[in-house]
T-cell receptor, first 112, second 115 residues
C-alpha cells in the first residue's frame, strides 16, 4: 500500500520557466491537498481538490499558480513563469474524506 | 499574521527525560489541534491530536494538553528517545467552521534528544 507519491523529489527551474509538480494520492483517497513550506516557515495551505473539482483554492497565489486533479492520473500543481520567491518545498497530502490526511515526501523546487 | 505560534525554534533534552513543546494560537475559531513530526527530506507525519472539548489526550509516550482559555497547547514526550529528534509542528483547524481540512501550521520546533 504505497503512500502519497510526489515527483519529482527535486526540481530546478530557471526564472521564467514552468514547474509541474505531480502528486499521486494513496489508493482509495479522493481528496488532495497542496501545501507550501517556504524556508524557515511552517506549511501553508494552498488548495484542496477532489476529482475534477477545486473545492478551496483560498491559499493559492492569484497569478501563475494553478492546480488540477483529473478523473484519471495524478494531481498537478503548475507554476508558470517561476520566480526566485517560488523556491520552496511543496507537499501534497491525501485523505479518504475531509480529514485525517497523509502527506507525501514533498517536491523541493529551486528557482535559479 | 501568524495564527499558530511556536516560539521556541529549538529544544535540546537528554535521553530519558521529558520533552515539552509549546504552541499558542490566536484564532478562537480553531477547535481541533494536531501535532506532526517531520524528519529532513520527508513529509510531516501525524503524531497526535486533540479536540477543543478535551483538555488532554494521551497516546503512549505522547500527551497533548490543551488550555483553551490561554489558547495554549503543549506536547509532552516521556521518556524522550534519540529517535524522537525531528522538527515538530503544531497545527490547528476549524471543524465547527466547516474547514476541518485546512490546517494552519506553526513554524516548528527542532527537538534534539541527546543520548
Amino acid at each position: 500500500n504505497a503512500g502519497v507519491m510526489q515527483n519529482p523529489r527535486h526540481l530546478v527551474r530557471r526564472r521564467g520557466q514552468e514547474a509541474r509538480l505531480r502528486c499521486s494520492p494513496m489508493k482509495g483517497h479522493s481528496h488532495v491537498y497542496w501545501y507550501r513550506q517556504l524556508p524557515e516557515e511552517g506549511l501553508k495551505f494552498m488548495v484542496y481538490l477532489q476529482k475534477e473539482n477545486i473545492i478551496d483554492e483560498s491559499g493559492m497565489p492569484k497569478e501563475r499558480f494553478s492546480a488540477e486533479f483529473p478523473k484519471e492520473g495524478p494531481s498537478i500543481l503548475r507554476i508558470q513563469q517561476v520566480v526566485r520567491g517560488d523556491s520552496a518545498a511543496y507537499f501534497c497530502a491525501s485523505s479518504p474524506n475531509r480529514d485525517g490526511y497523509t502527506f507525501g515526501s514533498g517536491t523541493r523546487l529551486t528557482v535559479v | 499574521d501568524q495564527q499558530v505560534k511556536q516560539n521556541s525554534p529549538s529544544l535540546s533534552v537528554q535521553e530519558g527525560r521529558i520533552s515539552i513543546l509549546n504552541c499558542d494560537y490566536t484564532n478562537s475559531m480553531f477547535d481541533y489541534f494536531l501535532w506532526y513530526k517531520k524528519y529532513p527530506a520527508e513529509g510531516p507525519t501525524f503524531l497526535i491530536s486533540i479536540s477543543s472539548i478535551k483538555d488532554k489526550n494521551e497516546d503512549g509516550r505522547f500527551t497533548v494538553f490543551l488550555n483553551k482559555s490561554a489558547k495554549h497547547l503543549s506536547l509532552h514526550i516521556v521518556p524522550s528517545q534519540p529517535g524522537d529528534s525531528a522538527v515538530y509542528f503544531c497545527a490547528a483547524s476549524s471543524v465547527g467552521g466547516g474547514s476541518n481540512y485546512k490546517l494552519t501550521f506553526g513554524k516548528g520546533t527542532l527537538l534534539t534528544v541527546n543520548p
